[in-house]
């Protein structure tokens, strides 16, 4: 008595069937994926301006950092990062309020991470990272320098104050 001929690609049922069962989990995981990436609001930081670090703090947008309002609650931050402090270290805004966040360093690489919001940026010199966050909820966004940059590093931090209505 011979075997069954397994028909198809000859793949025994089970075989395919399990297959079947990898690709669908394969495709929920890239479904996952793309609603994570395109879904949620994430944006990949931007680093499209170059400046040059010597300069950049004492011309342009930079030389007087700092929030900036362009509409109705819709505002520009410009950081200036340096060995051991952002300039400015707070800013303040209403609930609700979209922020682009303008971001450079004068001296060696650093980082902002912004507690509770997409921003997490490397802040190289020669370059203005960019990276944009709508604050919906009132409170304090503490923030802090993301990148080891010496012996400071732990002292380099500071705060979004989102103030609520009224
Ligand atoms: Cu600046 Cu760590």
């Known amino acids: 008595m011979s075997e069954p001929k397994p028909e198809g690609l000859g793949l025994d049922r ?10 669908v989990v394969l495709l929920l995981f890239a479904g996952a994926v793309a609603i994570g990436a395109l879904g949620t609001g994430f944006e990949l930081p931007g680093m499209q301006m170059r400046v040059d670090p010597r300069t950049v703090a004492s011309e342009g947008e930079f030389a007087n950092p700092g929030l900036r309002e362009i ?4 505002y520009e931050a410009y950081l ?11 800013i303040s805004v209403p609930m609700g309020s979209t922020v682009t966040f303008y971001v450079t ?4 690489q650093h980082g902002l991470k912004i507690q509770d919001t997409n921003v997490n940026l490397q802040v190289v010199p020669g370059y203005v990272s960019t990276l944009t966050a709508t604050f919906d909820e009132p409170g304090v966004y503490p923030f802090i320098c993301s ?6 590093h732990a002292g380099m931090f500071g705060q979004v104050l989102v103030e609520g209505p009224g």
Request: hydrophobic share 45%.
């Open 14 to 23: 089970a075989e395919r069937n399990w297959m079947l069962v990898g690709l």
């Open 71 to 74: 509409a109705p609650g819709v």
């Open 80 to 90: 200036v990062s340096r060995q051991f402090a952002f300039e400015p270290r707070e």
């Open 105 to 108: 360093s004068v001296d060696v």
């Open 147 to 152: 990148e080891f940059c010496g012996l400071g």
